[in-house]
Protein backbone atom coordinates (compact mmCIF):
# COMPACT_ATOMS: atom_id res chain seq x y z
CA UNK A 1 0.00 0.00 0.00
CA UNK A 2 1.66 3.04 -1.31
CA UNK A 3 -0.62 5.31 0.53
CA UNK A 4 -0.55 8.01 3.47
CA UNK A 5 0.07 5.28 6.36
CA UNK A 6 -0.87 6.92 9.71
CA UNK A 7 -1.11 5.31 13.27
CA UNK A 8 -1.92 4.72 15.74
CA UNK A 9 -5.39 4.29 14.16
CA UNK A 10 -6.78 4.24 17.77
CA UNK A 11 -5.12 6.17 20.62
CA UNK A 12 -6.69 6.36 24.18
CA UNK A 13 -4.73 8.76 27.17
CA UNK A 14 -5.67 9.91 30.13
CA UNK A 15 -5.82 13.78 30.98
CA UNK A 16 -2.50 15.25 31.22
CA UNK A 17 -0.65 12.55 29.35
CA UNK A 18 0.98 12.75 25.85
CA UNK A 19 -0.09 11.73 22.48
CA UNK A 20 2.13 11.00 19.63
CA UNK A 21 0.38 10.82 16.37
CA UNK A 22 2.87 9.37 13.43
CA UNK A 23 2.44 10.03 9.71
CA UNK A 24 4.53 8.88 7.01
CA UNK A 25 3.76 10.22 3.43
CA UNK A 26 3.37 9.23 -0.05
CA UNK A 27 6.59 7.37 -1.13
CA UNK A 28 8.21 10.96 -3.17
CA UNK A 29 5.60 13.37 -1.45
CA UNK A 30 7.69 15.88 0.68
CA UNK A 31 4.96 18.57 1.57
CA UNK A 32 2.98 16.97 5.03
CA UNK A 33 -0.14 18.16 6.45
CA UNK A 34 -2.07 18.12 9.29
CA UNK A 35 -5.65 18.50 9.71
CA UNK A 36 -7.93 17.88 12.85
CA UNK A 37 -11.68 17.08 12.73
CA UNK A 38 -13.63 17.82 16.06
CA UNK A 39 -17.05 15.92 16.43
CA UNK A 40 -19.93 17.45 13.89
CA UNK A 41 -17.26 19.50 11.83
CA UNK A 42 -15.27 20.03 9.19
CA UNK A 43 -11.46 19.32 8.67
CA UNK A 44 -9.51 22.04 10.23
CA UNK A 45 -5.71 23.22 8.73
CA UNK A 46 -3.03 22.58 11.52
CA UNK A 47 0.35 22.58 10.44
CA UNK A 48 2.35 22.26 7.03
CA UNK A 49 5.98 20.87 6.94
CA UNK A 50 8.61 19.90 4.34
CA UNK A 51 11.02 17.88 5.32
CA UNK A 52 13.24 19.00 8.55
CA UNK A 53 11.00 22.76 8.09
CA UNK A 54 7.99 23.81 9.58
CA UNK A 55 6.64 25.75 6.94
CA UNK A 56 3.25 27.21 8.34
CA UNK A 57 1.77 26.56 11.90
CA UNK A 58 -0.78 28.82 11.88
CA UNK A 59 -3.31 26.40 12.92
CA UNK A 60 -1.73 24.57 15.46
CA UNK A 61 -2.88 25.75 19.39
CA UNK A 62 0.06 27.60 20.72
CA UNK A 63 0.49 25.25 23.65
CA UNK A 64 0.87 21.35 24.32
CA UNK A 65 0.91 20.96 20.29
CA UNK A 66 4.51 20.50 18.35
CA UNK A 67 4.87 18.99 14.89
CA UNK A 68 8.14 17.64 13.23
CA UNK A 69 8.99 15.94 10.18
CA UNK A 70 12.67 15.03 10.49
CA UNK A 71 15.27 14.03 7.49
CA UNK A 72 14.65 10.46 8.30
CA UNK A 73 11.16 8.67 9.59
CA UNK A 74 7.45 9.93 9.78
CA UNK A 75 6.16 13.13 10.60
CA UNK A 76 4.97 13.46 13.93
CA UNK A 77 2.47 15.19 15.66
CA UNK A 78 2.51 15.22 19.49
CA UNK A 79 0.36 16.67 21.95
CA UNK A 80 1.42 16.98 25.45
CA UNK A 81 -0.52 17.54 28.83
CA UNK A 82 -3.73 15.86 26.99
CA UNK A 83 -7.17 17.41 28.05
CA UNK A 84 -11.02 16.09 26.60
CA UNK A 85 -10.84 18.45 24.16
CA UNK A 86 -7.94 17.23 22.20
CA UNK A 87 -10.62 14.14 21.38
CA UNK A 88 -10.44 14.22 17.81
CA UNK A 89 -9.94 12.87 14.23
CA UNK A 90 -6.03 13.85 13.18
CA UNK A 91 -5.96 13.89 9.26
CA UNK A 92 -2.24 13.77 7.75
CA UNK A 93 -2.15 14.36 4.27
CA UNK A 94 1.32 15.05 1.73
CA UNK A 95 1.17 16.57 -1.89
CA UNK A 96 4.03 15.80 -4.32
CA UNK A 97 4.74 19.49 -5.01
CA UNK A 98 1.94 21.51 -2.81
CA UNK A 99 0.99 23.25 -6.14
CA UNK A 100 -2.87 22.14 -6.52
CA UNK A 101 -4.50 21.40 -2.93
CA UNK A 102 -5.52 18.08 -4.10
CA UNK A 103 -4.22 16.11 -0.63
CA UNK A 104 -3.94 12.58 -0.14
CA UNK A 105 -5.40 11.96 3.00
CA UNK A 106 -4.26 8.68 5.77
CA UNK A 107 -7.10 7.34 7.51
CA UNK A 108 -6.72 9.19 10.42
CA UNK A 109 -5.97 8.40 13.95
CA UNK A 110 -8.52 9.11 16.76
CA UNK A 111 -7.69 10.18 19.92
CA UNK A 112 -9.58 9.73 22.67
CA UNK A 113 -8.71 11.52 26.16
CA UNK A 114 -10.42 9.83 29.14
CA UNK B 1 -16.33 32.68 11.83
CA UNK B 2 -17.55 29.82 8.71
CA UNK B 3 -16.02 30.90 5.93
CA UNK B 4 -17.37 27.42 4.11
CA UNK B 5 -20.47 26.31 4.54
CA UNK B 6 -22.58 23.19 3.79
CA UNK B 7 -26.11 24.15 4.80
CA UNK B 8 -27.63 20.48 4.06
CA UNK B 9 -26.18 18.12 6.95
CA UNK B 10 -27.46 14.72 4.89
CA UNK B 11 -29.17 14.22 1.58
CA UNK B 12 -31.23 11.17 0.35
CA UNK B 13 -31.51 10.43 -3.50
CA UNK B 14 -32.65 7.22 -5.32
CA UNK B 15 -30.31 5.03 -7.41
CA UNK B 16 -30.12 7.13 -10.85
CA UNK B 17 -31.37 9.99 -10.04
CA UNK B 18 -29.52 13.09 -9.66
CA UNK B 19 -27.23 14.08 -6.62
CA UNK B 20 -26.77 17.52 -5.64
CA UNK B 21 -24.81 18.89 -2.94
CA UNK B 22 -24.42 22.93 -2.34
CA UNK B 23 -21.63 24.93 -0.93
CA UNK B 24 -21.80 28.65 0.24
CA UNK B 25 -18.43 30.41 1.31
CA UNK B 26 -17.96 33.83 2.15
CA UNK B 27 -13.97 34.40 1.41
CA UNK B 28 -14.06 36.35 -1.91
CA UNK B 29 -10.20 35.70 -1.70
CA UNK B 30 -11.07 31.97 -2.34
CA UNK B 31 -9.68 31.09 -6.09
CA UNK B 32 -9.71 27.49 -5.89
CA UNK B 33 -12.89 24.60 -4.53
CA UNK B 34 -12.36 21.46 -4.09
CA UNK B 35 -14.99 18.48 -3.24
CA UNK B 36 -13.61 15.68 -0.88
CA UNK B 37 -15.34 12.53 -0.27
CA UNK B 38 -15.29 10.38 2.88
CA UNK B 39 -16.15 6.94 3.99
CA UNK B 40 -16.59 5.65 7.55
CA UNK B 41 -12.62 5.22 9.27
CA UNK B 42 -11.59 6.35 6.08
CA UNK B 43 -9.70 9.66 5.23
CA UNK B 44 -11.31 12.03 2.98
CA UNK B 45 -10.10 11.70 -1.07
CA UNK B 46 -10.28 14.11 -3.87
CA UNK B 47 -12.79 13.81 -5.57
CA UNK B 48 -13.34 17.17 -8.21
CA UNK B 49 -12.16 20.95 -8.44
CA UNK B 50 -12.46 24.16 -10.32
CA UNK B 51 -10.92 27.28 -10.22
CA UNK B 52 -12.35 30.56 -9.96
CA UNK B 53 -12.06 31.13 -13.80
CA UNK B 54 -14.02 28.57 -14.40
CA UNK B 55 -17.62 28.09 -14.10
CA UNK B 56 -18.33 24.54 -14.78
CA UNK B 57 -15.73 21.22 -14.30
CA UNK B 58 -16.99 17.63 -15.26
CA UNK B 59 -15.23 14.27 -14.68
CA UNK B 60 -17.39 11.54 -15.40
CA UNK B 61 -20.71 11.25 -13.70
CA UNK B 62 -19.40 14.05 -11.30
CA UNK B 63 -19.88 18.22 -12.49
CA UNK B 64 -18.95 20.93 -9.95
CA UNK B 65 -20.50 24.50 -10.71
CA UNK B 66 -19.62 27.19 -9.39
CA UNK B 67 -21.06 30.84 -9.24
CA UNK B 68 -18.99 33.49 -8.34
CA UNK B 69 -21.47 35.85 -8.26
CA UNK B 70 -23.85 34.39 -5.25
CA UNK B 71 -20.15 32.60 -3.86
CA UNK B 72 -22.04 29.32 -4.34
CA UNK B 73 -20.94 26.05 -5.98
CA UNK B 74 -22.46 22.69 -6.13
CA UNK B 75 -21.79 18.62 -6.81
CA UNK B 76 -23.91 16.78 -9.03
CA UNK B 77 -23.46 12.99 -9.28
CA UNK B 78 -25.78 11.70 -12.31
CA UNK B 79 -26.72 8.84 -12.17
CA UNK B 80 -26.01 8.38 -8.25
CA UNK B 81 -25.13 4.96 -7.62
CA UNK B 82 -24.84 3.26 -3.56
CA UNK B 83 -21.42 3.35 -3.92
CA UNK B 84 -21.43 6.91 -4.01
CA UNK B 85 -22.98 7.08 0.06
CA UNK B 86 -20.71 8.94 1.76
CA UNK B 87 -20.09 12.66 3.43
CA UNK B 88 -19.33 15.23 1.06
CA UNK B 89 -17.18 17.84 2.42
CA UNK B 90 -16.52 20.92 0.31
CA UNK B 91 -12.88 23.23 0.58
CA UNK B 92 -11.67 26.06 -0.43
CA UNK B 93 -8.10 27.81 -0.32
CA UNK B 94 -6.94 30.93 -1.80
CA UNK B 95 -3.69 32.46 -3.16
CA UNK B 96 -0.38 30.78 -1.90
CA UNK B 97 -1.77 29.06 0.48
CA UNK B 98 -3.15 26.14 -1.87
CA UNK B 99 -2.31 23.61 1.01
CA UNK B 100 -4.61 25.40 4.07
CA UNK B 101 -7.73 24.88 3.25
CA UNK B 102 -10.84 25.39 4.78
CA UNK B 103 -13.41 22.84 4.87
CA UNK B 104 -17.39 22.63 5.34
CA UNK B 105 -18.64 20.62 7.76
CA UNK B 106 -19.32 17.71 5.34
CA UNK B 107 -23.58 16.66 3.55
CA UNK B 108 -23.44 12.83 4.26
CA UNK B 109 -25.47 11.51 1.23
CA UNK B 110 -27.18 8.22 1.20
CA UNK B 111 -28.17 6.54 -2.18
CA UNK B 112 -31.10 4.08 -1.94
CA UNK B 113 -31.05 1.20 -4.46
Known amino acids: NAGVMQNPRHLVRRRGQEARLRCSPM?????VYWYRQLPEEGLKFMVY????????ESGMPKERFSAEFPKEGPSILRIQQVVRGDSAAYFC????????????FGEGSRLTVL | DQQVKQNSPSLSVQEGRISILNCDYT??????FLWYKKYPAEGPTFLISISSIKDKNEDGRFTVFLNKSAKHLSLHIVPSQPGDSAVYFC????????????FGKGTLLTVNP
Open chain 1, 27 to 31: KGHSH
Open chain 1, 49 to 56: LQKENIID
Open chain 2, 91 to 102: AAFSGGSNYKLT
Open chain 2, 27 to 32: NSMFDY
Open chain 1, 93 to 104: ASSPSGLTGELF
